[in-house]
T-cell receptor, first 115, second 115 residues
């Protein structure tokens, strides 16, 4: 039971480089999310996709783009990386399509360092 | 907007000690409340949840009661173990308006339990 799989687990970039974080879930969930985790700030929502074919901005979307490729896959792209984007990124998915009691399943995280 | 505030950490306890991690929230309406746990090197996983006032969520010896009058959802465990060492996140999910289904997290509390 793979759950939510993120790649890569670690990445080092130089300022201005681009990269894509990949995420796939095998639980047939409707909704998918990208969060970033920074010390002392908890998790902050970057983008989410309530269902296949839709994406919306979260709390901190600047500098990022997303693609909901199909129901399974939700990628996060950094077009021109900045040191402020150094963080741990988590992908998550949920079954209920956005209801109030929304239980998320998280991937193991991708640690990104921008020099 | 919605927000979650957790007690400052880190928290260091001896094995078999009593644990309380305070969590208060600000939200309109009736959010669902969650505790997630993150073990070292892993993603977050749901520990327990409560969906309405006076509900008690429980799992693995941990408990939290949804107190609407004090807007709180404090996490407790009567006797902690070394294996409980992790980061604990309080979160809310609100089923209304533009916040539909999205989780808002507190900043996290690091718990270390010594033998």
């Amino acid at each position: 039971n793979a759950g939510v799989t993120q790649t890569p687990k670690f990445q080092v970039l130089k300022t201005g480089q681009s990269m894509t974080l990949q995420c796939a879930q095998d639980m047939n969930h409707n909704s998918m999310y990208w969060y970033r985790q920074d010390p002392g700030m908890g998790l902050r929502l970057i983008y989410y996709s309530a269902s296949e074919g839709t994406t919306d901005k979260g709390e901190v979307p600047n500098g990022y783009n997303v693609s909901r490729l199909n129901k399974r896959e939700f990628s996060l792209r950094l077009e021109s990386a900045a040191p402020s984007q150094t963080s741990v990124y988590f992908c998550a998915s949920s079954e209920l399509g956005g209801s109030g009691a929304n239980v998320l399943t998280f991937g193991a995280g991708s640690r990104l360092t921008v020099l | 907007g919605n927000s979650v505030t957790q007690m400052e950490g880190p928290v260091t306890l001896s094995e078999e000690a009593f644990l309380t991690i305070n969590c208060t929230y600000t939200a309109t309406g009736y959010p669902s409340l969650f505790w997630y746990v993150q073990y070292p090197g892993e993603g977050l996983q749901l520990l327990l949840k409560a969906t309405k006032a006076d509900d008690k969520g429980s799992n693995k010896g941990f408990e939290a009661t949804y107190r609407k009058e004090t807007t709180s959802f404090h996490l407790e465990k009567g006797s902690v173990q070394v294996s409980d060492s992790a980061v604990y996140f309080c979160a809310l999910s609100y089923a209304g308006g533009t916040s539909y289904g999205k989780l808002t997290f507190g900043q996290g509390t690091i718990l270390t339990v010594h033998p």
